[in-house]
């Protein structure tokens, strides 16, 4: 039974080879980039960019839980946010290295 | 023989640039912090120097540019305008179409105008070094060609999918002085980070930014700063020099109004370029619709595991068109256009907020048929993110035909497709095919939108 369902199901890689145009990174990419692109869910806007290829809500609903989903669909946040998370997070970071001590204060 | 090139002298460029911040009736509100608190710009400093700073929050409507700024932009600028005539005698439309080539810069695009001004007001702080992330390339060699012609170094963190994929780049990036390394590298502790989890990792934007952040925050000398080529409101002050000098060129041309305004609308450059300065006169009365171009977004929404807290009343949805799907009902306002959608420039989303703007989406099927059609009659192959553009202003040339009004049409060609021939590949492979959606899906996204609390939006009313 779990065999029929997962014939029925597909692959999870059975899409890796189609192609198309990444407006995120700029240039074409397989699918297998936009399932796994260097982060812990898929790309947010896989949908966005498959949709129109082959039934990408069903694939993501086949292969992903509802928690991996919500994550990879959340809205993202805006660019002066994530840029101070980030300098926060180097400067943790560099902290810890230097056993607490800042790093040079930029003029 | 008719004109098609309308060119302006060098001492005709702009002197000033535009800041629409200043005539918005309300300008977008600084994002929240984890704390709940406003992100203010001075939050930005171990990564921007405080000249851009004091841009990014200006509410003065002129900001001057530089001399110095000038004389680097006018290597390629002023950049010329086209009136694309063969297209209008193959579309056979009354329309008048103009477009800014901003493929005449050296790297190729739009970008160095702004990467020009960064490196200089960087310099001027006294910084040394620029850093930076980049996919494909465009924007690491935009700032790679700037850092090269004011002697700063420069250090772009590229994508490994994208350093592996993108070569010719690289060595773009190469040639004008830069340090181009695949991310996740080993010189940053959030590179290593990653690599000892998955060493094999192809990469992502967010790891490059990460990297390339960390370096500037961390150099001990204090001369390293980081610097980005959209979103940020510095960015699409310094681009208004597009729109700026397409409006001279169209008075040169005889052209007293414009009708249409379009362009491709990624995190917002170019199109802000183009468009800021025509929404100023726009919020002075005159009728000018603005069209920023989006990639197609998925239209079928369904309660359950996708969860949105926005609604359509926003007016942040790019409404795609009834032919691009082949159904004969309006989908739904597609709010993912503006919630999965990565960061659109607040700037451009306040517009399209107070309705200064109606944003449109195409899938690339459509772009690239435009794109060719462009390529054999105008000639200039096309970026992908450009044939976003193209396909936009046909379909507005083809309403104008079916009007028999003489709209004027001018758009932003922001950049040629010569080192992106793949995407044109896949095309003429036949590999871009159509999935039809099932008409439950669609039925079941406009009523899934129902119950959604709305968005609380500043908006006037007024368009």
């Not at chain 2, 990467?115 to 960087?122: D, G, I, L, R, T």
């Not at chain 2, 896949?426 to 095919?433: A, D, K, P, S, T």
């Not at chain 2, 959606?437 to 079941?444: C, K, R, S, T, W």
């Amino acid at each position: 039974m779990f065999v029929l369902h997962a014939v029925i199901m597909g692959s999870i890689t059975e899409h890796d080879s189609r192609k198309r145009y990444c407006p995120m990174l700029g240039h074409q990419i397989h699918f297998q980039y936009c399932r796994e692109p260097g982060s812990d869910t898929p790309c947010r806007k896989l949908l966005d960019c498959w949709w129109t290829a082959f039934d990408a809500k069903q694939f993501l609903l086949d292969h992903y839980g509802k928690e991996t989903i919500e994550k990879m669909l959340a809205p993202s946040q805006p660019k002066a946010v994530t840029l101070y998370d980030l300098i926060e997070k180097a400067r943790k970071s560099a902290g810890d290295q230097d056993g607490g001590q800042k790093p040079h204060s930029t003029s | 023989m008719e004109q098609t090139k309308i060119l302006l002298e060098e001492h005709e460029m702009p002197r000033q640039w535009y800041n629409l911040a200043a005539d918005l009736p309300n300008p977008p509100l600084p994002p929240l912090g984890p704390d709940g608190k406003p992100i203010t710009p001075d939050m930005l400093a171990p990564v921007f120097p405080m000249n851009l700073i004091e841009q990014e929050v200006s509410t003065e409507r002129w900001i001057d540019i530089p001399e110095e700024i000038l004389g680097i932009l006018s290597l390629w600028r002023p950049s010329p305008l086209y009136r694309a005539r063969r297209l209008e005698q193959a579309l056979g439309t009354p329309a008048r179409i103009y477009y800014k080539n901003e493929g005449v810069s050296p790297p190729g695009s739009h970008k160095p105008n702004t990467a020009v001004a960064q490196a200089w007001y960087n310099k001027q702080f006294g910084i040394e070094r620029l850093t930076t992330e980049t996919g494909a390339g465009q924007w690491g060699s935009a700032l790679a060609f700037s850092c090269a012609l004011l002697g700063m170094e420069c250090k772009v963190f590229m994508v490994r999918i994208s350093f592996d994929q993108k070569p010719f780049r690289k060595l773009m990036m190469q040639a004008w002085g830069a340090n181009c390394v695949a991310s996740p590298s080993e010189e940053t502790q959030a590179g290593r980070d990653i690599l000892a989890k998955m060493p094999d990792t192809p990469g992502s934007l967010g790891i490059a930014i990460s990297e390339a952040i960390e370096q500037a925050v961390t150099d001990q000398s204090g001369k390293t700063r980081y610097s980005l080529g959209s979103v940020l409101n510095h960015v699409m002050l310094h681009q208004t020099v597009i729109g700026l000098e397409a409006k001279k060129q169209l008075a040169k041309a005889g052209e007293d109004k414009v009708d249409t305004v379009i362009g491709c609308c990624g995190g917002g450059s170019n199109f802000a370029g183009l468009a800021f300065p025509f929404v100023l006169d726009k919020i002075n009365g005159a009728e000018i619709d603005v069209i920023p171009v989006e990639p197609e977004s998925c239209p079928t929404l369904t309660r359950g595991p996708f969860s949105y807290d926005h609604g359509d009343t926003a007016r942040m949805t790019p409404l795609l068109p009834m032919h691009s799907l082949g159904h004969t009902f309006v989908p739904p306002p597609i709010h993912a256009g503006g919630l999965r959608y990565h960061g659109m420039a607040p700037l451009v989303s306040q517009c399209v907020v107070e309705g200064l703007m109606t944003p449109r989406a195409y899938h690339q099927l459509k772009c690239y048929e435009s794109a060719v059609m462009w390529a054999r009659t105008e000639g200039f192959i096309s970026a992908p993110e450009t044939s976003h553009a193209l396909a936009c202003t046909i379909d507005e040339a083809l309403k104008a035909k079916e009007e028999g009004k003489e709209k004027v049409i001018l758009f932003n060609w922001s950049g040629h497709g010569l080192m992106d021939l793949t995407g044109y590949d896949n095309y003429f492979q036949g590999n871009l095919h159509d999935f039809a959606l099932p008409e439950e899906d669609l039925v079941a996204g406009m009523g899934s939108m129902e119950g959604l609390p709305k968005p609380e939006v500043r908006k006037t009313g007024k368009w």
